[in-house]
């Protein structure tokens, strides 16, 4: 990879971490270490770290006998989440194909990342594999797009002012959220009983263009939809109206927002990635 692509990906990966991670994913992370039942002295895998979120809030848990492990196909992702926390083993790598032997962990956990990998049945069977028996896996992803209406609103917009593919591309985070695909996804990947229970959470951002322009600028060009400049400033003046109603009194835009929850308990007698 050439340095200047590098440092375009470090730098959206910085992007990321100061928008999204306050204003939606920080809150999930304690939601999910707890599913996963993290202990003192655990070693634990986050699969699709990202900058780190959720690794960090477990390293703060497990303490300095544990070991913590994130790893992330992204190398921007990857360099800024060492910058936050340089004592979790940060890693380079694919979910369907982890660099680690069976048995590894005695916990697995994953955040909004699973819809985006290449296999989501491969990837569940590898975070499965490198559990111990006993071990639990906690894997979240966000809530239909249905059932987080501030979002479904500006997926709207994005499908009346620039097309299919754009709003598709919003669309996309939300692709699990129905609950009989995400059951079916699991017993396909091998999973005999898997918990499934939804979360609430709220969604905070310090104002409507900042939210709508991360995803303009930011999120489209990763999913392969560049806009024309003009159109991206046509629909930022059309959001305030399209998402006024979530506007707080000092400016604000705050909204409801759910996530599913998946974990499993690997049985004591599984071997490799049957459960």
Known sequence: ??????????????????????ALFGQWAPVVADAAHIRPGQRVLDVG????????????????????????????????????????????????SLPFPEHSFEAVVSQ???????NRRQALREMLRVLNPGGRLAVAV???????????AEVALLEQMAGRQAADAL????????LKDLAALFSEAGVATADITTHHGTA??????????A???GWLPVMGVVLAEDLINRILLEAGQALGSYATSDGRIAFDL????????????????TV
């Open 215 to 217: 995803d303009l600028r």
């Open 204 to 213: 905070q951002f310090p104002d409507i263009r900042p939210m709508v322009e």
């Open 171 to 178: 669309r996309a985070p939300f692709a699990l959220g129905n």
């Open 112 to 118: 909004f990342a699973l819809v985006f990998f290449a």
């Open 49 to 96: 770290c990202g900058t780190g979120v959720l690794a960090r809030e477990i390293a703060s848990r497990i303490g300095s006998e544990g070991r913590v492990v994130g790893i992330d196909p992204n190398p921007g992702m990857v360099a800024v989440a060492r910058q936050f926390a340089s004592l979790v083993d940060w890693r380079e790598g694919v979910a369907e």
């Open 258 to 273: 759910s996530a599913r929850l998946v974990t499993v308990t690997k049985p004591q007698h599984a071997a490799g990635g």
């Open 142 to 152: 966000w809530d239909s797009l249905d059932n987080i209406p501030a979002y479904a």
């Open 1 to 22: 990879m050439s340095e200047p692509t590098l440092q375009a990906q470090i730098d959206a990966a910085r992007a990321y971490e100061a928008l999204f991670v306050p």
